[in-house]
T-cell receptor, first 115, second 115 residues
Framework: AQTVTQSQPEMSVQEAETVTLSCTYD???????LFWYKQPPSRQMILVIR??????QNATENRFSVNFQKAAKSFSLKISDSQLGDAAMYFC????????????FGTGTSLTVIP | EAGVAQSPRYKIIEKRQSVAFWCNPI?????LYWYQQILGQGPKLLIQ????????DSQLPKDRFSAERLKGVDSTLKIQPAKLEDSAVYLC?????????????FGPGTRLTVT
């Protein structure tokens, strides 16, 4: 089974600054999807950004961007101009495109935004 | 557009009792997922439905867990009998299809405490 590793249990950032959350994964597949999800306290999990493995161009969504390094199996999330509302748990996830289309989530990084 | 609905939101039971969770996905979403999220961990995919058929249930503990989606819409997840280690948040999600790029939409979850 694929594994997803988030090595930073907790991170903090000053409001308006930039922070990068790390994610690595292990797979033998060549095609797959990668995601970052945000889970605010006591609120529903929402998709932040997604990346198709066959695309070399890094995905961006407004203040959120990724650094996808396929050979290194690394998928980091950069949050620019951090806002108080960005405080949440962030999960990195891998989706297999093989039979079953399984999802694998990391253990999460808790992000604190300091005013 | 209504989101993914789940009930109950909270449930406390004693070990060896039974419990059932209900999920109503977003209208028109063919794919439905059940996740288990133990405190401090990322979500773990238990079972995935495509319409009323099971796509993957490789991580479902079938000796005590069961799930169904009889009419391809609502779904129920049952635990019988419950164990202490089943204490977790059970998340339901849905997506238009199993296509990798289709976003999953998550419900608010059911927090289960087994005493």
């Amino acid at each position: 089974a694929q594994t997803v590793t988030q090595s930073q249990p907790e991170m903090s950032v000053q409001e308006a600054e930039t922070v990068t959350l790390s994610c690595t994964y292990d797979t033998s597949e060549s095609d797959y999807y990668l995601f970052w999800y945000k889970q605010p306290p006591s609120r529903q999990m929402i998709l932040v950004i997604r990346q198709e493995a066959y695309k070399q161009q890094n995905a961006t969504e407004n203040r959120f961007s990724v650094n996808f390094q396929k050979a290194a199996k690394s998928f980091s999330l950069k949050i620019s101009d951090s806002q108080l509302g960005d405080a949440a748990m962030y999960f990195c996830a891998y989706r297999s495109l093989n039979t079953g289309n399984q999802f694998y989530f990391g253990t999460g990084t808790s992000l604190t935004v300091i005013p | 557009e209504a989101g993914v609905a789940q009930s109950p939101r909270y449930k406390i039971i004693e070990k060896r009792q039974s419990v059932a969770f209900w999920c109503n996905p977003i209208s028109g979403h063919a794919t439905l997922y059940w996740y288990q999220q133990i405190l401090g961990q990322g979500p773990k995919l238990l079972i995935q439905f495509q319409n009323n058929g099971v796509v993957d249930d490789s991580q479902l503990p079938k000796d005590r867990f069961s799930a169904e989606r009889l009419k391809g819409v609502d779904s129920t997840l049952k635990i019988q009998p419950a164990k202490l280690e089943d204490s977790a948040v059970y998340l339901c999600a849905s997506s238009l299809s199993r296509q990798g790029f289709h976003e999953q939409y998550f419900g608010p979850g059911t927090r289960l405490t087994v005493t």
